[in-house]
Structures are given as C-alpha cells and as structure tokens.
C-alpha cells in the first residue's frame, strides 16, 4: 500500500510569489491535515480537510489557504511568500478521527 | 489550549543503554497520543499510537504508557542502537473547532546512541 505522497521534494521561491504544493494521501484515508515545521516554532498546525470540506484551521494568516478534491488529494497554496514561511510542510493522512496519523516525507520551501 | 512539552530535549547514551523518553500535556481531554519518529530532513513515522482510554502499547524494543489524569507519557527503548538515532516527537489529538484531529506536538527530544 502506497504511503503518503508530497510533491515536490524541495521548492526555492522569491519573496512576493505564490507556491502551491500537493499531497496524495493513503487510498481510503479522507482526512488530510497539513503542518508546518521551523526550527523555532517545531510542528505548528496549518488545516485539516475531510471529504473536501476544511473542518479546522490552525493560527496562520490568510495567505495560507487549501483545498481537497474528490479523491481525496489535497493541495495548500502560499501567497505572496515571505522569508519566514521557509520551512517543511508536512502533510498526514487518516482514515478519520481518532485514528493514527501518516505522514508524508514533506515538501522543503526555502525562500529568498 | 493545548501545550505538549517533551524532556529531556537531547539524549546521549551508550549502545546498548535501556532509556525513557518524556512528554507531558497540559489538557487531559484528549483522544490518543501517538509517537513518531524523525529522521534528518525527512517525515515523520509513526511508532504507536495509545487511544485515551488505553494505558499502554509496545511495539517490539518500544513500550509507551499514557496516564491521562496526570497528563503524561512516557516512550521506553529498550536495548538501544546506533540506527535508534532520530528525534521522537510526542503529538496529542484534541478536540479543535469542527473536528478532533488536530495534532498537538511537542518540541521532541534528539536521541543520540553511540556505538
């Protein structure tokens, strides 16, 4: 069974631009949460989306925002990137709630 | 809100060495607790997951215990190896807004075993 997919591997921005960044959770699992990770802060809570619907949102701006499709795959988009949003981007799948958490090997933003 | 705190946050010991890992959390209404481990640069995996209403799971050389009154977990390696080496990071699922799976991490502790 094929884990959870996150593409791409490593992204280098400018400050200013969009980045969109995508996850293929575990077939079956329809809830998808994204985290972000610095140094600083460890692993903060971004969202989660269950059945294409955004049941939580963690404390970030507005520039952050996601979305999930019918197949459960689900895409985070930043707008207008500052320096501080270099960081790993983290996406888990689950089957629902209260279940274990699976986690992808993340997407490495770096920012200049 | 929610706060996970692990200790210690690093860990040095000799191949071989038994060791406990610690996280504490400071709201007990939670769901499960889980423990993954984290290799440099990479994801996270996970170890065990404990339900709340579970006291214990062991998954070969692992043991975590939960005591949810108390608001605290331990991980327990025993026989450590050098391929051991990683971060563990502790995480609870509580109730947020329209859902309950939000995960709560702690900041982890970096396990260093020296052959």
């Known amino acids: 069974k094929a884990g959870v997919t996150q593409t791409p591997r490593y992204l280098i921005k400018t400050r200013g631009q969009q980045v969109t960044l995508s996850c293929s959770p575990i077939?079956?699992?329809?809830?998808v949460s994204w985290y972000q990770q610095t140094p600083g802060q460890g692993l903060q809570f971004l969202f989660e989306?269950?059945?294409?619907?955004?049941?939580n949102k963690g404390n970030f701006p507005g520039r952050f925002s996601g979305r999930q499709f019918s197949n459960s795959r689900s895409e985070m988009n930043v707008s207008t990137l500052e320096l501080g949003d270099s960081a790993l981007y983290l996406c888990?799948?689950?089957?629902?709630?209260?279940?274990?958490?699976?986690f992808g090997q993340g997407t490495r933003l770096t920012v200049v | 809100k929610q706060e996970v705190t692990q200790i210690p946050a690093a860990l040095s010991v000799p191949e071989g060495e038994n060791l406990v890992l610690n996280c504490s959390f400071t709201?007990?209404?939670?769901?499960?607790l889980q423990w993954f481990r984290q290799d440099p640069g990479k994801g996270l995996t996970s170890l065990l997951l404990?339900?709340?209403?579970?006291r214990e799971q062991t998954s070969g050389r692992l043991n975590a215990s939960l005591d949810k009154s108390s608001g605290r977990s331990t991980l327990y390696i025993a026989a450590s190896q050098p391929g051991d080496s990683a971060t563990y990071l502790c995480?609870?699922?509580?109730?947020?807004?329209?859902?309950?799976?939000?995960?709560?991490f702690g900041k982890g502790t970096l396990l260093t075993v020296n052959p």
């Open positions: 077939s079956g699992h329809r809830s």
């Open positions: 888990a799948s689950s089957p629902g709630d209260s279940t274990e958490a699976f």
């Open positions: 709201d007990s209404a939670i769901y499960n």
């Open positions: 404990i339900q709340s209403s579970q």
């Open positions: 989306y269950f059945s294409e619907t955004q049941r």
């Open positions: 995480a609870v699922s509580s109730y947020s807004g329209g859902s309950n799976y939000k995960l709560t």
